[in-house]
C-alpha cells in the first residue's frame, strides 16, 4: 500500500510537465499555512511552499497521511500537530526528510540511516538543530519497515565517529533523559547501543 | 569582524582553560590526538589513548574518560597524566564550567552517581535522583512516580554529603525532564523548558527556595542569562531581554527587514554572548551572524565559503579572542576577533 501509493504519486509528478497534480496540492498547503497566519508560517511558506522540488513531498505526505490516518483530511494540519506532537513547521521538516530518505531508498530499505552519505547528514543536520522529530514508516505489506530502521539507527549510535558528529548537539542526552529520566554520557550511550539497551529512544525516532 | 584561521577535522571535545589555552581532542584514522591551542597557534600532540570525553575541574586540570570507563586527569602534560578509578562513566556539564564538584556516573549502575570535589579527588556521596551541579552548588530532583513520592521534589543539597538545605517551593506541575536546563546568577536559578513540548520557566532564589517569577511561554527556551547583567536575553525570531529578578519583558526589537534573512526556525538555538553582540549561527546556513545588543543591528554577517551549514544547537566557544564553530561537515572553524573591532 505504502509503497504502491508513493510510485503512483511519484510518477504523476515525473510526468507532469505542467504541474497540474501539483497545483491542487500547492494551494492546499498553500491555505493551510496562511490559515496559521504566524511568522514561522509565513516564512515557511516563502521558503519552501513555493519550491516544486518539496511539493512533490507534500503531494506524497498528504497522500500517505490520508492513508495511514482515517481522520486526517488533506490539509489538515490541526490533526496532523496531534498526531505528530510537535509544531507545523517541525512537521513539514520531518515530512521532507522523511520522503528524502525513502524516495532514495524505497527499494531498498536497508540502505536507510548509513553512516556516511546524504541521509546521515540529513539526521546530523536534525540533531544539530535540536529539534524534536521522528522518521514515520508504513508496514510494507504488513512486515515492520520501522524495526529493521531501528536496527540501523542503532548501528549508528554503535559506531564512535558518527556518535560523535551526533552527540554535541545534546539531542540524543535530552532524549534520553526524557525518556529514562537519567543523564548519560557519550561513551556510557554507545555501550548502551552495543548492549541493545536503547529501544525506546529508538521507537521515539522511529515510529510506524 | 572575525577572520578565519583554522579548519580542523574529526574534533571530539573543545575545552578552553581558564588560563586562555584551548584543548581540542579529537581523532585522525584512529590514531587518537590533541591540540592544545594558545596564543593562536595550534600544537598538535599524539597521543596513546582515545580520550572519549572531558571535564574541566576548577584548578585549570582536565577529568578524562576513556572507552573502558577509566578515568584520568592531567594538566594538559598527557605524559604525566594520572589514573584515577575504573568503571565511571564521566558527565561532561552543557556550558564548560569548571566544576568545583564533578559526578561520575557508576559503570554496573547508571542509576548511582557519585559526587567527588575537585580539591582532593575523593568521592563524597552517592545519588540515585537526577543531581545537577552549577558552580559551588548542587541540586537533586526526582521523578514524579504516582503514590510514590510527591510532585516536584527539588532540592539544593549539601555537597559535601548530599544532605539537604532547601527545597525548592515549586508548587506546579511540572515535568522536570523538559526544564533541566537552569543556570545562575545573583542568586537566582533560571530554569528553562529544554525542549518544545514544555512551556514554562522559572526564576527561583537559590538562597531561599522561594519561587520568584513563572513565565509560560514557548519562547523561553531560547533564553539564556546575560554575562554581565541581571536579565535574560534571546535572539530568534526578534530580539528580547527580560528582567532577571521578575521574568518581565524589558525591551523587545521586533523588525520584520532586519530578521528577514536571519532565520533560526524551531530548533533551540545556541548563541555565544561577546561583550555587546550575540554571536550565532542558524539552521541549513553557512552565514555568522553578529547582532548588536545596543543598536539592535546586525552589525556583522558573514559567509564563509567553505563551510556547507553550520551546527547551531551545538556550543559556540569564544576564548582567548578567538571563535570556535561547529560545521555539519564535522570540522571546527577557528575565527580570530579582529583587533579593531570594539566590543
Not at chain 2, 22 to 31: A, C, L, M, T
Not at chain 2, 186 to 213: C, M, Q, R
Not at chain 2, 233 to 258: C, M, P, S, W
Not at chain 2, 307 to 317: C, D, G, M, N, T
Request: with cysteine; aromatic share 14%.
Amino acid at each position: 500500500m505504502f509503497f504502491h501509493s508513493f510510485v503512483d504519486i511519484a510518477l504523476k509528478l515525473k510526468t507532469s510537465k505542467n504541474g497540474g497534480d501539483m497545483s491542487f496540492v500547492l494551494d492546499n498547503i498553500s491555505k493551510t499555512l496562511t490559515k496559521l497566519g504566524d511568522e514561522p508560517a509565513k516564512r515557511l511558506l516563502k521558503e519552501t511552499g513555493i519550491q516544486r522540488t518539496k511539493a512533490k513531498g507534500c503531494a506524497y505526505v498528504w497522500d500517505l497521511l490520508a492513508n495511514r490516518y482515517d481522520d486526517i483530511a488533506v490539509g489538515s494540519f490541526d490533526r496532523f500537530e496531534e498526531v505528530v506532537d510537535g509544531p507545523t513547521e517541525n512537521i513539514l521538516d520531518i515530512v521532507f526528510s522523511g520522503i528524502n530518505l525513502e524516495a532514495k531508498n524505497w527499494k531498498e530499505a536497508r540502505s536507510f540511516l548509513p553512516v556516511t552519505g546524504s541521509s546521515f547528514k540529513q539526521l546530523k543536520a536534525y540533531f544539530g538543530e535540536n529539534k524534536l522529530f521522528a522518521y514515520y514508516f508504513n508496514h510494507n505489506g504488513g512486515v515492520s519497515v520501522a524495526a529493521p530502521m531501528r536496527e540501523y539507527l542503532n548501528n549508528v549510535f554503535k559506531n564512535n565517529a558518527a556518535l560523535k558528529e551526533l552527540w554535541d548537539s545534546g539531542f540524543l542526552e535530552e532524549q534520553y533523559f526524557k525518556i529514562y529520566g537519567k543523564r548519560i554520557g557519550r561513551t556510557a550511550f554507545r555501550n548502551k547501543a552495543k548492549n541493545g539497551k536503547l529501544g525506546s529512544l529508538l521507537e521515539s525516532l522511529i515510529k510506524e | 569582524m572575525f577572520t578565519k584561521k583554522h579548519r580542523l577535522d574529526k574534533v571530539g571535545s573543545i575545552i578552553p582553560l581558564k588560563d586562555g589555552r584551548v584543548f581540542i581532542f579529537g581523532e585522525d584514522s584512529y590514531n587518537p590526538w590533541h591540540y592544545i591551542f594558545s596564543n593562536g597557534s595550534l600544537n598538535k600532540f599524539e597521543k596513546n589513548i582515545e580520550w572519549e570525553e572531558a571535564l574541566l575541574l576548577d584548578n585549570d586540570e582536565i577529568l578524562f574518560c576513556d572507552d573502558d570507563s577509566n578515568i584520568y586527569i592531567g594538566s594538559g602534560d598527557f605524559v604525566s597524566s594520572k589514573f584515577l578509578f575504573n568503571n565511571f562513566y564521566l558527565i561532561n556539564n552543557n556550558d564548560n564550567r569548571a566544576q568545583k564538584y564533578f559526578m561520575l556516573q557508576c559503570k554496573e549502575n547508571d542509576s548511582k552517581s557519585s559526587i567527588f570535589s575537585f580539591k582532593d579527588l575523593k568521592q563524597l556521596w552517592d545519588s540515585y535522583k537526577y543531581t545537577s551541579i552549577i558552580d559551588e552548588f548542587v541540586y537533586t530532583s526526582e521523578e514524579y512516580k504516582r503514590g510514590e513520592n510527591p510532585k516536584n521534589i527539588f532540592n539544593r543539597v549539601d555537597p559535601i554529603d548530599g544532605s539537604l538545605i532547601l527545597k525548592m517551593e515549586l508548587d506546579e506541575s511540572i515535568d522536570f525532564k523538559t526544564i533541566r536546563f537552569f543556570d545562575l546568577r545573583n542568586d537566582v536559578l533560571f530554569i528553562k523548558p529544554s525542549t518544545s513540548e514544555s512551556t514554562l520557566a522559572f526564576g527561583v532564589s537559590n538562597s531561599t527556595g522561594k519561587v520568584l517569577w513563572k513565565v509560560d511561554d514557548r519562547n523561553m527556551r531560547h533564553f539564556q542569562i546575560h554575562h554581565s547583567e541581571d536579565k535574560l536575553i534571546a535572539l530568534h525570531y526578534n530580539y528580547e531581554e527580560r528582567d532577571l529578578h521578575t521574568g518581565e519583558v524589558i525591551f523587545q526589537h521586533k523588525d520584520e527587514n532586519l530578521f528577514e534573512d536571519f532565520y533560526p526556525r524551531q530548533g533551540n538555538l545556541k548563541f555565544c554572548q561577546v561583550g555587546k553582540y550575540i554571536i550565532t549561527v542558524v539552521p541549513r546556513k553557512n552565514k555568522i551572524y553578529a547582532y548588536n545588543m545596543d543598536t539592535n543591528e546586525f552589525d556583522w554577517i558573514y559567509t564563509d565559503p567553505n563551510v556547507k551549514s553550520f551546527l547551531p544547537a551545538v556550543r559556540i566557544e569564544f576564548c582567548s579572542n578567538h571563535l570556535f564553530l561547529r560545521d555539519d561537515d564535522g570540522h571546527v572553524n577557528i575565527y580570530k576577533l579582529d583587533e579593531e573591532w570594539n566590543l
